[in-house]
């Protein structure tokens, strides 16, 4: 290959380059020039000065599938594409008017397979020492590769270009020194600058505000030879507005591993940043508005988490008054440090009717509303116009707080220097209002329905204090004539006279049996009733619960039951000590709650059992039975009072249902815990706890 092109050099410095040698037709040395022609790789011809070939190299003829003397006489044009047949008639007039300066030609020749090769053809006038070759001394190269690699990488770079362009991304091109050498159409768009404005300016220094941590990393990066890691940062657009795009870079190098710059590709995120700040901002503020005492001090905390977060230095909130006629200013906020007092005083006594002053053209118009330019506005639009520039104030937005299509307040804030990210902190504050809005009515309805339901509870409150106290007085009023039916009757019963019949006797039984039955329910109404009403008087002594166990089973022997039911008191332990508590009620819960297990117990047992804690004091009483059991999803209904089982109960057994709601009341006045474990079918216990287990959540 090397030894071809220093041919090809050779027989062009012969044909070309030098006058022959050895007379004037140069006979001489037209056998060396062409022993070279016909050896060397480039396609060697000579022309007449229309093109017509008068000589043709043995490589020449080849491609194109032709005898050398058969091409002799023939055009070019004949091999050429018909697109470039047209193009080689000016060449070879370029080529022959050129006073031996070559021209150069890119064209499509056929050859013998019909396909197309790319040629570069480079051609100058021969000497006329030379005329005897040719008018016109070409040399040809086939190039079809290079071509092909040429196109192959133009239409990588159209489609990596239309890529770039459709993808929706920003695109830069940056040299070493963060010159800008590349940019999209996407970025031009979202920024405003043109391609001139920007390609051959420093990028850091025309589209990036002075504080972008993105100049830094970049020369850093580049630097070092490395890839940028992914950053996030500012640039500037040419209205002066901002946007932050998130980058990713690649460094591009030279074919010989030199730095050359970096590409980077961009996504705008500006939304997706202020609505990442919005629902930070409105998660902070619902968390504030919901522990705040009151609708202004909700309102407080608003104005400070917006001014804080968009540099606002001072915000006051306006309120619909009771009337709703106008709005009045109910609380504000300043930044630490400024003195807003005269602004403060001068707002004290303003109410803004619909449309009138800023927060009056937000209330009517539901739509945010500005003063960009203080000093344009007018006494009228702006009333405390001079107070605010006294301040240093130049601008002021109103910004409507909605329910719905109501505007329930209105929130004004004054800037210094109007920035051109006011108007994007806006726009949040516009999102956060109308959430704040919603939640400060439902706060309102919250409070409106708390103020009905504690006037609603004290209601009923007050009725059943009224109704317990009235039952609790009513107690010597309904037991004195129950007790004297009781007792007459019970006298009659004895029948000393014997006058009466035994039908009478019967009569008489049952009224006393019922007498005792209905004075059983006034007791337990008038107990429940005296709980309620406060009434409950505990009075403690030191209680041997062996022996409270042992009588209370004394008691009850006599109450019907089965014979195969065995009722007893379990032996309590022998070193338990005596406890300190209220040994009538204890009794009285006990009697109910084995009087209920004497009742629901058909077969088996019944026995009351006492536990000692670790220092001997009494730390359970238990009623075990073995009666017919509470369904799980009535365990905890039937302390409540007028509660049973079921309704088969009730209609089986009888009972008010009052006996388990009076025994828990009176357990909870003792500091005891009444709690029950069931078996449908197998048995209940119902254990009184002298020490209350701490309660799960």
């Not at 051609?123 to 190039?143: C, K, L």
């Not at 007085?473 to 000393?496: D, Q, W």
């Not at 474990?677 to 799960?696: L, N, Y």
Request: aromatic fraction near 6%; glycine fraction near 8%.
């Amino acid at each position: 290959m090397v030894a071809a092109v220093l041919i090809s050099a050779a027989l062009t410095a012969i044909l070309m380059r030098r006058p022959w040698q050895g007379g004037a037709s140069g006979a001489g040395n037209a056998q060396p020039a062409r022993l070279l022609a016909e050896h060397v790789v480039d396609m060697v011809s000579t022309h007449e000065p229309d093109g017509t070939f008068r000589y043709v190299s043995p490589v020449l003829a080849g491609m194109v599938g032709e005898y050398p003397g058969l091409l002799a006489g023939k055009s070019p044009r004949a091999l050429a594409h018909p697109d470039d047949a047209g193009v080689l008639d000016g060449f070879w007039k370029r080529a022959v008017s050129g006073r031996g300066a070559a021209v150069t030609l890119t064209w499509r020749c056929r050859r013998h397979t019909g396909e197309y090769a790319w040629l570069e053809t480079t051609a100058r006038a021969a000497p006329p020492e030379s005329a005897n070759f040719g008018a016109i001394i070409s040399a040809t190269r086939d190039v079809t590769e290079r071509r092909q690699l040429e196109d192959a990488l133009r239409e990588s770079e159209r489609r990596f270009r239309s890529t770039i362009e459709t993808v929706g991304l920003v695109a830069v091109g940056l040299d070493t020194e963060g010159n800008v050498t590349f940019a999209n159409d996407s970025l031009c768009a979202l920024t405003g600058w043109t391609r001139s404005d920007l390609v051959g300016e420093n990028w850091f220094k025309k589209c990036t505000p002075p504080d972008a941590a993105g100049r830094r990393v970049f020369l850093e990066a580049i630097a070092a030879g490395v890839a940028p890691p992914s950053t996030e940062y500012e640039i500037t657009c040419r209205n002066g507005s901002r946007r932050t795009i998130r980058w990713d870079t690649t460094v591009l190098r030279s074919p010989a591993g030199e730095v050359q710059g970096a590409a980077s590709l961009g996504a705008d995120v500006t939304e997706r940043r202020l609505e990442d700040a919005t629902m930070k901002l409105l998660q902070s503020i619902t968390h504030t508005i919901s522990s705040a005492p009151d609708l202004d001090g909700a309102l407080a905390q608003t104005l400070e988490s917006l001014c804080v977060a968009t540099g606002w230095a001072y915000g006051e909130a306006w309120l619909p008054q009771h009337d709703g006629a106008r709005l009045e200013r109910t609380t504000w906020y300043v930044e630490k440090g400024l003195d807003a007092a005269t602004l403060i005083e001068a707002g004290a006594g303003l109410a803004f009717a619909p449309a009138e002053g800023l927060p009056g053209r937000a209330w009517e118009s539901g739509s945010i509303e500005w003063f960009h330019d203080l000093e344009l506005a007018t006494e009228k639009q702006f009333p405390r116009m001079h107070v605010a520039a006294q301040l240093g104030f130049r601008a002021a937005v109103a910004v409507p707080v909605q329910s719905g299509a109501q505007v329930v307040a209105v929130l004004v804030f004054f800037m210094r220097t109007p920035l051109h990210t006011d108007d994007r902190h806006t726009r949040m504050v516009a999102v956060v209002g109308n959430q704040v809005g919603a939640l400060i009515a439902r706060r309102r309805e919250q409070n409106v329905y708390e103020a009905q339901l504690l006037h609603a509870r004290d209601a009923a409150e007050a009725a059943s204090r009224a109704k317990s106290d009235f039952l609790s007085r009513m107690s010597h009023e309904l037991r004195t004539p129950l007790n004297s039916v009781i007792g007459f009757a019970n006298v009659m019963l004895k029948n000393k006279g014997g006058r009466l019949a035994k039908e009478e006797l019967e009569y008489l039984d049952r009224i006393t049996s019922n007498g005792k039955h209905l004075l059983s329910l006034v007791n337990d109404i008038l107990d429940i009733a005296k709980v309620e009403a406060g009434r409950l008087t505990v009075s403690k002594a030191m209680v041997n619960v062996d022996e409270l166990l042992h009588d209370v089973v004394a008691q009850l022997q006599g109450q019907p039951r089965p014979a195969t039911v065995d009722f007893r008191a379990a032996e309590a332990p022998n070193d338990m000590v005596p406890l300190e508590t209220d040994g009538a009620l204890l009794r009285q819960v006990l009697i109910n709650l084995t009087g209920n297990a004497l009742r629901f117990t058909h077969s088996g047992s019944v026995v009351l059992s006492a536990e000692a804690g670790d220092d001997g004091c009494p730390a359970r009483i238990c009623v075990r039975d073995t009666g017919i059991g509470i369904a799980p999803d009535r365990l905890s209904a039937i302390f409540e009072p007028f509660e049973q089982a079921d309704e088969s109960t009730h209609l089986e057994y009888g009972g008010t249902g009052l006996g388990l709601a009076i025994s828990k009341s009176i357990c909870d006045e003792l500091g005891f815990q009444l709690t029950v474990e069931s078996d449908p079918g197998r048995g209940s216990v119902f254990t009184i706890r002298m020490q209350r287990q701490p309660q799960t959540v």
